[in-house]
Every structure is written in C-alpha cells, then in structure tokens.
C-alpha cells in the first residue's frame, strides 16, 4: 500500500488488527512527508490521526534542507525525487490541524536527543537539519 494514503496502509494486516483493537499504537511517519507538498502531507497525517486509536502516537520527522547551493547539490545527489523545503512551522500545523496534541518539547531538531534526553538548542548547520515532532491523540 501506499503510505500516502493512510485508508489504505490501514486496511492491510496486520495494520487492520493494530488499529481494529482499539489500542494505542505509535506510527512513525520518518522521513517521507518532505517528498511531499505541505498540503498533502497535512492530508496524510490528518488520515492517519482519524483512524488510530485515542492514546496512540504519531511520529513525524522531516528533513529541512535550507536555500544553500550546497543543499541544492545534496538533494539533487542523493534523491531523484522532489523534496519540499518545509519549515518547523509547517510540521507543528500538520499535527496540530490533524487535531493531535503536540509531545514537549514539540518540533526540534533531533540532534537534540542523545541518549532520549533533550540537550540545549544546537546551532543549524548548512544545508540545514532534521526535525522531529510527536503528536498525541487524546
């Protein structure tokens, strides 16, 4: 199935067990959302928030390349497909908008979690950083 269209991801076992029990589960959306336009990926994240449980957890990690040439030179390096600049911002309304609460310390960078524990901001660093965020169904 295609993880852009959540009904879909869900109704294939053993996803349609895990969300059919009723319990918490935690999905992890690492790394994808970026090869998509903001719209969309508050629609993937919005469809998934829907169906899972109250209680489960929604992970969300994004890269966020910045305008450098030297990011340019990256993303054209490594990806043959289109990666969005998204911003902290857009991934905080993705959660939010999906009516998720957002975990503390909310949208970071995750250079910031050695060892689980949240460190002091760290400067970005080009061609930029990769944020993180959980979101929490009540």
Known sequence: ADAGRPAEVLAVPPAAGWVGAGEPVCLILGMALHFTP?????AIVAGYAGALPGGSVIAVSVAMPDNSPQADRLLAMFTPARVYRHMAEDVAGWLEGAGLEIVPPGVRDVRL??????????PPRAPGVT?????LKR
């Open 113 to 122: 979690l050695p060892g689980g524990v949240w460190t002091p901001e760290l």
């Open 131 to 135: 944020v993180g965020a959980l979101g």
């Open 38 to 42: 903001a719209q969309t990926a508050a």
